[in-house]
T-cell receptor, first 113, second 113 residues
Framework: DVKVTQSSRYLVKRTGEKVFLECVQD?????MFWYRQDPGLGLRLIYF???????EKGDIPEGYSVSREKKERFSLILESASTNQTSMYLC????????????FGPGTRLTVT | AQSVSQHNHHVILSEAASLELGCNYS??????LFWYVQYPGQHLQLLLK????DPLVKGIKGFEAEFIKSKFSFNLRKPSVQWSDTAEYFC???????????WGAGTKLIIKP
């Protein structure tokens, strides 16, 4: 079974703090993704990576950065958290290409106060 | 695909009612289509997918979807819903670059017992 794990289920941070969200997958997938999920807006892609050290911006990259130093790990960084980044963050992985199923982690609910 | 549209954001049904959730996509190349489901408190998971061949696709828990190329649609159906089908349902299709999925906004389905 594919397993995608995220470092925290719930996180509360203050405005201006640097926030790290970690994601690890155990199926040797090439692709990894970070989404945010907000009511009525579905899933919006923040960044994705198709290989180690490779990254591509998604639809809403502003205020975020990512790091992929190892194939199994994909980190999302909020350099200076703001209240409008309060959201559910989902990590996913898949084999390379759009025809493949994405496997999701449980999500991190981040609240920025 | 360039875009994926889900027509209903909220659907409320009684148990044993029939279900049809609409999904339309804008054509942009290879047509692979997915329905994902997120049960309350659980991970997003694949419900069913169309890659090629028979346009009627069967998934888990009695769900099916029909790919109608002329209508750019991939509607999800279930003849008789159960209370346990209460969840949020997302339609998705690969982007033109084929690196990522384009997601619909989601449909929240509530089944009244």
């Amino acid at each position: 079974d594919v397993k995608v794990t995220q470092s925290s289920r719930y996180l509360v941070k203050r405005t201006g703090e640097k926030v790290f969200l970690e994601c690890v997958q155990d199926m040797d997938h090439e692709n990894m993704f970070w989404y945010r999920q907000d009511p009525g807006l579905g899933l919006r892609l923040i960044y994705f990576s198709y290989d180690v050290k490779m990254k591509e911006k998604g639809d809403i990259p502003e205020g975020y950065s990512v790091s992929r130093e190892k194939k199994e790990r994909f980190s999302l960084i909020l350099e200076s958290a703001s209240t409008n980044q309060t959201s559910m963050y989902l990590c996913a992985s898949s084999l390379f290409g759009g025809a493949y199923e994405q496997y999701f982690g449980p999500g991190t609910r981040l609240t920025v106060t | 695909a360039q875009s994926v549209s889900q027509h209903n954001h909220h659907v409320i049904l009684s148990e044993a009612a029939s279900l049809e959730l609409g999904c339309n996509y804008s054509y942009g190349g290879t047509v692979n289509l997915f329905w994902y489901v997120q049960y309350p408190g659980q991970h997003l998971q694949l419900l069913l997918k169309y890659l090629s061949g028979d346009p009627l696709v069967k998934g888990i828990k009695g769900f099916e979807a029909e790919f109608i190329k002329s209508k750019f649609s991939f509607n999800l159906r279930k003849p008789s819903v159960q209370w346990s089908d209460t969840a949020e349902y997302f339609c998705a299709a690969p982007s033109d670059s084929n690196y990522q999925l384009i997601w619909g906004a989601g449909t929240k389905l509530i089944i009244k017992p």
